[in-house]
């Protein structure tokens, strides 16, 4: 857009000499609105640069729309804020969002603690007053500006911004004690401390995206052409290899958009056998070579190399083949001057390409909605999306293994993206069979006839349990501690008694399969065998039977039979 800004320039001031440029003539088109949207930031982009040859005078510094810079609370609170950003080395983005929440803490101050407005000043009171403020605080309470907030003006502050404002203050308190700029009048890692009705909201909750999506993406992104691409008025401003390798980079490499938009040429090698070989050699096929991408220093760790799909590789290959020669760039996280490779016209790509160009291009290309019910994707959310898939599939990456093909430092970072799917939840549940575990099934004889005659009211035995060597009419036979040795009470039968054969030759007896929870000490009898039995059989010596007398009184033989178990397949 600079040379359609200049042409303008030119044509309203009627002179093509950059020396005619006056102060006078930025500001009429600022006024009168002359040029729109992005337009107006390269006309600021062309003072500066006219201002700097010394023509004009320097625009005036504006922040969001067309509004002053963000300022907040007494002058000497805004003084200390200020104080701070200049000397924390914190990156920019950081350094400006604790300044944002520094300056809205001001206008607190100026509304309910106006005594309060010198840092020095604070105590672990005005600690108390401020995190208990933030805890009841809404969208735009005490904001300079609210144009932008939407529908989400006057909502309650969700708890992730809670405790980045609370996080913020931290910082900004502990920073002025440790440079002695301030008394060690309290602690504000814990006179700041985020409540525990706060934390108890926070932790991992990557936003995956949903499987049928992510795979819509992955094929419009493998199927990318040029109709595909935005066309501006001036027709395509990348090639279609670049946009392709971004996207693909986006979609199989894992990456913050930073670290995609600072990849370097020759980030791509690749290895056979653990030697290194030609990215278009002949003699090996792609699936049988190994793909290496280096990545540069992040915001975690420094620079590492990782393992990623060939296609990736090839893609970026493409790209380098045809990249016109281009000037070093500077790369602002390492301050060297490197040879960036998705770079175009001495121009890199933004950071935010992918968010506002490749991501709605792919969306559109896959007929997807841009947003689900977690919210817009953005291109953070393939990091998640990419991480979770790994620690979910057939032969799942561990979590230090992720740790270390994502950069992370820590696992506790790793674990903010990686999230176990419900399908491996299920399996593992399955696997481990807790049913299996604390159930067993024994046989059981119901007698039809006691039940329709209504004897079985009367108490007569109808449910007579298969022991193996003998049947319990124990009605509730799943509360009898003895169930899984008995100790033969008088509601035991033995099978080679005639009682017991009488039962059997009734004609309307009906075999069923009933479920008996088992304790420890039972299911370690079930599992271990007759040791474990025996150990049992003594713990319950003098436990009462159903009929009041102990396996002591009875004279239960030392060992006894276990209760037979009956194996049964669930179906699906």
């Known amino acids: 857009m600079l040379p359609n800004v200049l042409g303008q320039l030119f044509l309203f001031n009627r002179s093509p000499h950059l020396e005619d440029m006056n102060t ?43 509004s002053l810079r963000a300022s907040g609370g007494a002058p000497v609170w805004e003084q200390w804020a200020d104080r701070w950003h200049a000397t924390s080395t914190l990156t920019p983005r950081t350094r400006g969002h604790v300044r944002s929440t520094l300056l809205k803490v001001g206008r607190w101050l100026a509304a309910e603690h106006p005594e309060a407005a010198d840092p020095a000043d604070w105590t672990r009171q005005t600690c108390a007053a401020w995190v208990a403020a933030l805890d009841r605080m809404r969208v735009g309470d005490y904001a300079q500006r609210t144009v932008g907030l939407g529908d989400r003006l006057g909502k309650p502050l969700e708890a992730p911004t809670k405790e980045g404002q609370l996080a913020a203050l931290r910082r900004f308190f502990s920073d002025c004690q440790e440079w002695e700029w301030l008394p060690r009048r309290f602690d504000p890692q814990r006179a700041l401390v985020t409540p525990r009705s706060i ?18 993406l992955l094929w ?29 980079t986006w979609l199989f490499a894992g990456l913050r958009s930073n670290e995609i938009a600072r990849l370097r040429v020759g980030c791509i090698r690749w290895q056979h056998d653990g030697a290194a070989i030609d990215g278009d050699s002949g003699e090996i096929l792609a699936r049988d070579a190994v793909c290496l991408l280096d990545v540069p220093t992040n915001k975690t760790g420094t620079a590492f190399t990782k393992p990623v799909d060939p296609i990736l590789g090839q893609a970026v290959d493409a790209w380098q083949a045809i ?3 281009q000037p070093r760039l500077l790369d602002h996280r390492t301050s060297e001057q490197v040879d960036l490779l998705f770079v175009f016209r001495a121009r890199r790509i933004s950071t935010a390409y992918i968010n506002n160009t490749v991501i709605p291009m792919l969306c559109r290309k896959a007929s997807v909605p841009d947003a689900d019910v977690r919210g817009s994707i953005t291109s953070h ?63 059981v004889l119901v007698d039809r006839d ?15 349990y298969d022991l ?32 017991a054969q009488l039962l059997e030759a ?67």
């Open 381 to 443: 959310r393939a990091r998640s999306t990419i991480a979770s898939q790994l620690y979910n599939a057939k032969e799942p990456m561990t979590l230090f293994e992720l740790q270390a093909w994502l950069g992370h430092r820590s696992p506790q970072s790793t674990q903010c993206y990686a999230k176990i799917s419900p399908n491996t939840l299920v399996r593992a549940y399955t696997d481990a069979g807790y049913f299996a575990r604390n159930v067993r099934t024994i046989e």
């Open 450 to 464: 006691a039940v329709t005659t209504g004897s079985a009211a009367a108490g007569e035995p109808w449910q007579h």
């Open 199 to 216: 934390a108890a909201l926070l932790g991992p909750n990557p936003r995956m995206i949903a499987d049928d999506i992510w795979a819509k």
């Open 323 to 325: 990249r016109p020669a």
């Open 24 to 66: 006078d003539l930025f500001d009429r088109f600022r006024t009168d609105r002359m040029l729109r949207g992005a337009r107006m930031n390269t006309l600021y982009a062309v003072q500066r640069a006219v201002a700097e040859l010394g023509f004009c005078d320097s625009p005036h510094h504006r922040t969001g729309a067309h």
């Open 220 to 248: 419009a992104g493998l199927n990318l052409q040029a109709e595909d691409l935005p066309v501006t008025t001036s027709g395509q401003f990348y090639p279609l290899e670049l946009v392709r390798a971004v996207t693909v």
């Open 468 to 499: 193996g060597h003998g049947y319990c009419a124990y009605t509730f036979f799943e509360q009898c501690p003895h169930r899984m040795a008995c100790a033969r009470c008088d509601f035991y039968t033995p099978k080679n008694s005639s009682k």
């Open 506 to 572: 009734k004609e309307n007896l009906q075999r069923m399969l009933t479920s008996i929870p088992l304790s420890d000490d039972e299911r370690a009898a079930v599992d271990e065998g007759q040791t474990a039995l025996d150990q049992l059989l003594e713990r319950l010596i003098d436990v009462p039977t159903p009929d009041g007398a102990t396996p002591r009184q009875i004279g239960a033989p030392a060992t006894a039979t276990l209760l037979p178990i009956i194996t049964v397949n669930q179906g699906k």
